[in-house]
Every structure is written in structure tokens, then in C-alpha cells.
């Protein structure tokens, strides 16, 4: 019996044992699963920039803007997201503010006044720094992305960090075509040097080599800005502010590089932030790209179609609007009327919600709403006839008032915007405003453009 009791006790330790491991691993598993996660998004990272990788090293050589293009269409993003996409170009290799050379020259140096044990580790510990340094300029090379397919005749040249960052900063095409040009060449005569013996054409080549050489150094040279200290702070700046939105100049000052963060203070920041356009929100920067910008209507219709509107009211006065929560909203916004020269801000009012304070840049001037809606009517997706019928509308309130048929279209265009702006709403109560949704084609078909034209072509006759 003893016996048997000592087995059963076994047993029921054994047991209990067993559920504190299945326990445990069941306390193991949201980490097990986490850690798979983790995984599975760096490999997804990996893959996409692999794909981003052999696609762009498939595309022929233009300039930034086109490739981000192509980038964006191939991989249905923007174009701020293709950017940063093809822009790989590492940060400056620094130690405690120095350049990694001059760390070398400073170790060797230093190795001279050693022995022994000490002199052999301090020759480890230069090879080590020369290694990751250069597999920092074969990151440098990798991050210009129209070059790296280059890279071998590229390092027969003997490129620095500071030529590779002017070779980053060249962004039109006809000189990156120039300069691949060169590339292949020296990579053609290298070749051709390897299958001659040391005679009159190996001497030859040699000269060749040195020439082209010369000449690519020299493009580079033409091509490549030389940044001021003050131009380099406002660039560095620029960058931060856009890459962190919402930063403090105080977070700018601190992110700046060694020699820069010397020369410059919050206070400096602050004020070569307001002269870059950049806009100050209780202490917080931001900065409307200009990628925006360069094509404003476009972005303005996009931003109508998801954010905005385009009404009008009772009493058939058209209405425009954009709307934008935040801080980050309101700077937009201060933003957006700069670049458009038109429209009335309405900055931090109350949400119906009670959130976030809303800011809105609103357009009530018939000439504003016209010069907006004409730009941006080839780029709506959306709200392209809700712009046909306020332009409709404002060139009936401005020469045909008169007209028998005036009030009657103005009821009708009234009915289409609301129509247009509450036709996905299946709850909508179109009874309320006389409404019939199935003849809706007839207040379509019954513009007076024409008629106007007519008219108006009749008063200049």
C-alpha cells in the first residue's frame, strides 16, 4: 500500500507540474504570437524593399519626380510616400561630431606611441572602424538608387562620403545621363585594360581612364551646391520639420548635426523657420509640402472630394469649404489660403462632438468660388457635378437675373446639389425637399448654359 500511496503522490505532483507548464505556456502564447507578428511584418518590410529595389533598378534614368511617379502608379500610394521611397541616402557617418577619416588619421596617429599587446589591438580596432566605414559607403551608394547599378566602375574612381553626397544631390536628367554615360566608359576601357599586357595601348587606355575620369568629376563638380552653414541649417530644418510634423524648435535644435547644433540656437531656429514659410502653431512647426504646391489645384479638388464641401443655401448663395481638425488642420489651413490667395479663415472653433477644435478656410466671394472651382473642375473624382452647379448658378446670379426663367433654374440647381451632396444616404427624406430622385435626369438636362451663351454672345454682337 505504501507503495501504491508513493505512486499516486508522484503522480499528483506530476500533474500539478504538468498544469504549471501548460500554464505558463499558455501565459507564453499572446508573446509567442507577438514575436511571430514582429517577424512577419519585418520580412513583409524586407520583401517590399526588395520589390521597390529591382523595380526602380528597372526604370530608365529621369529625374526624381518622374520615378516617383511611376513609383506611386506602380505601387498605389502617394507621391510624398514614393518619395520617401526612392530617397534611401543614409544619414552623415559621424563620431561625437567628426567625420570617420579624421577618426583614422587620429587612431594611427595615436597607435605610433604604442607597444606591443596595446599596438596590435589598437591596429584590430582601426581595421573594424575602416570596415563598418566602408560598408557605410556601400550603403551611400546603394541609397542613389540611378547609380547603384554602376557601382562597380563608380568605386574604381575612388569616391568619398562627401562626393557621394554631391553625387546624391544631382537630380535632373540629362546630367545623371551624362554621368552614367562616363561610367560605363570607364568601365568599358577598365575592362579592355585587363586584357592587355603593359605596352603603348595599356599606356594608352590608362590616359583614357584618367581623362574620363577628370570629366566625371568635373560634372559632378559643376552640377553639386555648395551649402552655406546658414543654408544648411535652413536645410536641415526644412527636412526635420517636414519628416516630424508638429516638432518645437527646441526638438529641431537637438536633432540638428554636431557642428550645426554649435552654431545655432532654438531662438535661430525659430526665426530661419518663419522665413522658410513654415508655420508656428502655439510652438509647434509644420510646413505644407511643396509637392502641394506645384500642383495646388489638384491637391484643393482632392481635398474637396474627401474633406470639403460644395453647397449652397436657401437662399442661393454658393458655398465652398475645406475642414481640418488640430493643430496640424489649422497650420494646413493657414497654408492652403497663402497658396491659394482666396478664401476666409475660421480657425479653432468648436466640434459639435466636443474633440478636436475644428478649422475651416471657407470661400463666399462669387469671383473666388469661380477662379477655384474652374482650376480645380478637371481634377475632381467626386464633387466634379456640384461644381457645374454652383458655376451654373453664380453665372446666372451675375448677367441673367432678369431672365423668366431664372428663379425656376435656381430652385432646380437647388434641388441637383442637394441631390449630389445626399444621393448615398438611403435614410435621405427627398419628400422634404420636393424631390423627385427618379426624374433627377431632367434637372440635368434642362441647363441653360447654352442658352446663356446664346446670350451672351448675342449682347457682344
Not at 164 to 193: A, G
Request: some cysteine; proline content about 3%.
Amino acid at each position: 500500500m505504501t507503495n501504491i500511496g508513493t505512486v499516486t503522490q508522484d503522480a499528483r505532483v506530476l500533474a500539478e507540474i504538468e498544469e504549471e507548464e501548460a500554464e505558463q505556456a499558455r501565459d507564453n502564447v499572446p508573446k509567442v504570437e507577438e514575436a511571430a507578428r514582429l517577424e512577419q511584418e519585418k520580412n513583409d518590410a524586407l520583401n517590399r524593399l526588395n520589390q521597390t529595389k529591382s523595380f526602380l533598378d528597372g526604370l530608365p534614368i529621369r529625374d526624381d519626380s518622374d520615378i516617383a511617379k511611376l513609383v506611386s502608379i506602380e505601387y498605389k500610394t502617394n507621391l510624398t510616400d514614393a518619395k520617401k521611397a526612392i530617397s534611401n541616402y543614409p544619414d552623415t557617418y559621424e563620431i561625437q561630431g567628426q567625420d570617420v577619416p579624421g577618426i583614422i588619421k587620429q587612431m594611427r596617429y595615436y597607435r605610433r606611441k604604442l607597444k606591443g599587446e596595446d599596438r596590435i589591438d589598437m591596429s584590430d580596432s582601426i581595421e573594424n572602424v575602416i570596415k563598418a566605414y566602408t560598408d557605410y559607403l556601400d550603403k551611400c551608394i546603394d541609397g542613389i538608387y540611378w547609380v547603384r547599378k554602376y557601382k562597380i566602375p563608380l568605386k574604381k574612381i575612388g569616391y568619398n562620403e562627401k562626393s557621394l553626397r554631391k553625387l546624391n544631390s544631382i537630380k535632373d536628367e540629362d546630367t545623371r545621363r551624362e554621368l552614367i554615360d562616363k561610367l560605363c566608359k570607364i568601365w568599358e576601357i577598365d575592362l579592355n585594360r585587363r586584357n592587355e599586357p603593359y605596352n603603348k595601348q595599356q599606356a594608352t587606355l590608362a590616359k583614357e581612364f584618367t581623362k574620363t575620369k577628370k570629366a566625371f568629376n568635373v560634372i559632378v563638380k559643376k552640377k553639386s551646391i555648395a551649402y552655406s552653414t546658414k543654408d544648411e541649417l535652413k536645410k536641415q530644418i526644412l527636412d526635420i520639420v517636414c519628416n516630424v510634423p508638429g516638432i518645437s524648435s527646441r526638438q529641431i535644435h537637438e536633432q540638428l548635426s554636431y557642428n550645426l547644433h554649435r552654431k545655432s540656437s532654438p531662438h535661430i531656429i525659430a526665426k530661419m523657420a518663419k522665413d522658410q514659410d513654415i508655420i508656428n502653431i502655439d510652438g509647434a512647426h509644420y510646413k505644407v509640402s511643396d509637392d502641394i504646391k506645384k500642383n495646388i489645384w489638384a491637391y484643393t479638388a482632392a481635398f474637396i472630394d474627401s474633406d470639403g464641401y460644395i453647397t449652397m443655401d436657401k437662399n442661393n448663395n454658393p458655398r465652398v469649404g475645406l475642414v481640418a481638425t488640430g493643430n496640424r488642420g489649422k497650420a494646413f489651413m493657414i497654408g492652403m489660403q497663402k497658396s491659394l490667395d482666396c478664401g476666409r479663415l475660421h480657425l479653432d472653433q468648436k466640434s459639435p462632438q466636443d474633440t478636436r477644435p475644428v478649422n475651416r478656410l471657407n470661400f463666399y466671394a462669387q469671383d473666388d468660388i469661380v477662379k477655384l472651382l474652374t482650376k480645380c473642375k478637371p481634377h475632381f473624382k467626386l464633387k466634379g457635378n456640384n461644381a457645374n452647379v454652383l458655376l451654373e448658378l453664380i453665372r446666372m446670379k451675375k448677367s441673367h437675373k432678369k431672365t423668366d426663367w431664372y428663379s425656376e433654374r435656381c430652385d432646380e440647381l437647388y434641388k441637383l446639389m442637394k441631390y449630389y451632396n445626399h444621393s448615398d444616404n438611403t435614410k435621405f427624406d427627398w419628400a422634404k425637399y420636393d424631390i423627385d430622385i427618379d426624374n433627377i435626369s431632367k434637372l440635368e438636362n434642362n441647363s441653360k448654359i447654352s442658352i446663356m451663351d446664346d446670350l451672351d454672345a448675342l449682347a457682344k454682337a
